[in-house]
């Protein structure tokens, strides 16, 4: 009975010993976490200042300011990125069945029938190409069902 208690009384300070590293290596890891997110947050912080800087220098550049060469080379760079990204929109658009207008050359959605920026119609345009298409499928719908 003796050893039976003095097994029990043992295995109770085990476990509240064990109960203990678990509390402390939780509480260690509660802090940890909380440096890491105070870390992170700073990170972003100084990473968003850092475009700040970026965007106040090409905001210059673009304005015709000085700026010295080295920054002036990657504001080209960007200013030549920028296009492209204009043209793969515009790209996209035409894919997706927008026109260009033959006035002003700006993008007119699907389904408009006039220019948004001059007010060119541009509706009959589309409705003969639409069906120049549409008669194409319907000849061969076979390669309608591949799609
Ligand atoms: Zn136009």
Redesign the pocket.
């Known amino acids: 009975m003796a050893n039976a208690n003095e097994f029990f009384s043992t295995l109770g300070k085990t476990l509240s010993r064990t109960a203990n590293m678990v509390g402390r290596k939780t509480d260690e890891f509660v802090t940890v976490q909380k440096i890491r997110n105070r870390r992170n947050n700073l990170e972003e912080q100084v990473e968003l200042s850092c475009r700040k800087i970026g965007e106040l220098i090409y905001q210059e550049y673009s304005e015709g300011k000085e700026i010295p060469e080295e920054l002036e080379k990657i504001c080209r760079s960007i200013e030549e990125k920028k296009k492209e990204i204009g043209e793969c929109r515009e790209q996209i658009a035409l894919v997706k069945g927008a026109r260009l207008?033959?006035?002003?050359?700006?993008l007119?959605p699907k389904e408009a029938n006039y220019?948004?920026?001059?007010?060119?119609p541009?509706g009959p345009q589309k409705t003969e190409a639409e069906e120049t298409e549409e008669a194409a499928e319907e000849k061969n719908p076979a390669q309608e069902e591949e799609e």
């Open positions: 207008c033959p006035s002003c050359g700006a007119i220019c948004m920026n001059c007010g060119t541009s």
